[in-house]
């Protein structure tokens, strides 16, 4: 596959708004979890919750589709500079040349919650909550689109935890096959009841800080984030980082638990590699998809125990930001990205005592290193997963 250039991203989490407070998270091993003071219900949990969106409205332009997951979206956007640099690709290319692809798993179904709970007296929606496509999984997809004027495809990719990993390879289809000279790829998931009661009714909410890999992990802790990236043509333009090669499988094994020996995974890993033309040896860091449940992370440790070198590095960095569902993959994909450009390797918050079934990959502690290669996994309910890989920006 010709690389595409990734010209522009950010990321806003519980660990902070954009790439450099990321970053500082990371590096100072600061985690951006706490006790639940989200639901209105008590639900033991921990959760990673981005402050301030309560009193954070869109512009007025835009309040028709004011809600929680698009003010998360809008502070997402308006980070690193990447708007800017967003409008002036769609002044570069022409509107109708830039596309839209979003990842979400809920979208602003928060908001139809509050509907529901503040109805009028007549049983009707209140006038807040009247524009339709708040109610749809597309209203962050045509959110972004209002906001940056584009008329080229756009998509949402709801696949759960997968989402927002999926839409690289998606935008590289529609960029490679002519549809697109650029795209505009990311996610965003908000906390809402469905969501956490929804988690927690499976079993899969840890009432402690998440512990990825840990052998006494016993669930995720869910979070909140908004990604996105900027890819275009030109594998080298300006010395950026590079999408080097993708991959996507669905083995469908059961609506919630992988397969017991990672068959999907191990496809889309597969996938990956032989889009980059590359081989396991040559990854320097994976950023695992790594939950912190108990099946996810023993499927994950013994792939990747099976399919890479001793000396490759590996972590989850869940316990900084939580499990932020549809969004998790852009957030893991900009981890990576900070991993190429910074020269560091995040280890594992909150693991202590790894899983047996980890192999030496695993790092614990935050590692300095410059890995020219990272690779980004992410699995989601249904056996939807998805690998990415990047290249350090300037690599031959």
């Given at each position: 596959?010709?690389?595409?250039?990734?010209?522009?991203?950010t990321?806003?989490?519980a660990?902070?708004?954009?790439?450099?407070?990321?970053?500082?998270?990371?590096r100072?091993?600061?985690?951006?979890?706490?006790?639940n003071?989200f639901?209105?219900?008590?639900?033991?949990?921990?959760?990673?919750?981005?402050?301030?969106?309560?009193?954070?409205?869109?512009?007025a332009?835009?309040?028709?589709?004011?809600?929680?997951n698009n003010?998360?979206?809008?502070?997402?956007?308006?980070?690193?500079?990447?708007?800017?640099?967003?409008?002036?690709?769609?002044?570069?290319?022409?509107?109708?040349?830039?596309?839209i692809?979003?990842?979400?798993?809920?979208?602003?179904?928060?908001?139809t919650?509050?509907g529901?709970?503040?109805?009028?007296?007549?049983?009707?929606?209140l006038?807040?909550?009247?524009?339709f496509?708040?109610?749809?999984?597309?209203?962050?997809?045509?959110?972004?689109?209002?906001?940056?004027?584009?008329?080229?495809p756009a998509?949402?990719?709801?696949?759960?935890?997968?989402?927002?990993?999926?839409?690289?390879?998606?935008?590289?289809?529609l960029?490679?096959?002519?549809?697109?000279?650029?795209?505009?790829?990311?996610?965003v998931?908000?906390?809402?009841?469905?969501?956490?009661?929804?988690?927690?009714?499976?079993?899969?909410v840890?009432?402690?800080?998440c512990?990825?890999?840990?052998?006494?992990?016993?669930?995720?802790?869910?979070?909140?984030?908004?990604?996105?990236?900027?890819?275009?043509?030109?594998?080298?333009?300006?010395?950026?980082a590079?999408?080097?090669?993708?991959?996507?499988?669905?083995?469908a094994?059961?609506?919630?638990?992988?397969?017991?020996?990672?068959?999907?995974?191990?496809?889309?890993?597969?996938?990956?590699?032989?889009?980059?033309?590359?081989?396991?040896?040559d990854?320097?860091?994976?950023n695992?998809?790594?939950t912190a449940?108990?099946?996810?992370?023993?499927?994950?440790a013994?792939?990747?125990?099976?399919l890479?070198?001793?000396?490759?590095r590996?972590?989850?960095?869940?316990?900084?930001?939580g499990?932020?569902?549809?969004?998790?993959?852009?957030?893991?994909?900009?981890?990576?990205?900070?991993?190429?450009?910074?020269?560091?390797?995040?280890?594992?918050?909150?693991?202590?005592?790894?899983?047996p079934?980890?192999?030496?990959?695993l790092?614990?502690d935050?590692?300095?290193?410059?890995?020219?290669?990272?690779?980004s996994?992410?699995?989601?309910?249904?056996?939807?997963?998805a690998?990415?890989?990047?290249g350090?920006?300037?690599?031959?």
């Amino acid at each position: 596959m010709p690389p595409l250039a990734v010209t522009a991203h950010t990321a806003t989490s519980a660990a902070g708004r954009g790439v450099a407070a990321l970053s500082a998270a990371l590096r100072e091993r600061r985690s951006g979890l706490r006790r639940n003071d989200f639901t209105r219900t008590a639900l033991e949990c921990w959760i990673g919750r981005v402050d301030g969106l309560e009193q954070a409205p869109l512009p007025a332009g835009y309040a028709s589709l004011d809600c929680r997951n698009n003010r998360l979206a809008w502070a997402g956007l308006t980070q690193d500079g990447f708007l800017e640099q967003a409008l002036a690709a769609v002044q570069r290319y022409g509107a109708g040349r830039v596309a839209i692809v979003l990842g979400t798993s809920t979208a602003s179904i928060g908001a139809t919650e509050e509907g529901y709970r503040e109805l009028a007296d007549d049983g009707v929606f209140l006038p807040a909550y009247r524009d339709f496509v708040l109610h749809t999984p597309h209203s962050l997809v045509t959110f972004v689109q209002r906001v940056l004027g584009a008329r080229g495809p756009a998509c949402t990719v709801a696949t759960a935890c997968s989402s927002s990993a999926k839409v690289f390879a998606q935008a590289e289809r529609l960029i490679r096959l002519g549809w697109a000279d650029a795209a505009v790829v990311g996610g965003v998931d908000t906390l809402c009841d469905s969501v956490l009661f929804g988690f927690n009714a499976l079993q899969l909410v840890s009432p402690q800080p998440c512990r990825p890999f840990d052998a006494g992990r016993n669930g995720i802790s869910i979070g909140e984030a908004a990604g996105f990236a900027l890819l275009e043509r030109g594998g080298n333009a300006a010395g950026a980082a590079q999408l080097l090669g993708w991959g996507e499988s669905s083995d469908a094994h059961h609506m919630s638990s992988p397969h017991p020996q990672g068959r999907g995974a191990r496809q889309a890993i597969a996938g990956a590699l032989q889009r980059a033309g590359l081989d396991a040896a040559d990854i320097g860091y994976i950023n695992l998809h790594g939950t912190a449940t108990p099946a996810n992370d023993a499927v994950e440790a013994a792939v990747v125990a099976d399919l890479f070198p001793a000396q490759t590095r590996a972590s989850s960095t869940k316990g900084w930001t939580g499990h932020t569902l549809g969004a998790a993959g852009i957030v893991e994909a900009v981890a990576c990205l900070i991993a190429l450009e910074q020269g560091f390797i995040p280890g594992t918050l909150n693991c202590s005592e790894p899983d047996p079934l980890c192999g030496p990959q695993l790092a614990l502690d935050n590692e300095a290193a410059a890995p020219q290669v990272a690779l980004s996994s992410s699995f989601g309910f249904g056996g939807n997963n998805a690998a990415l890989i990047f290249g350090r920006g300037g690599r031959a």
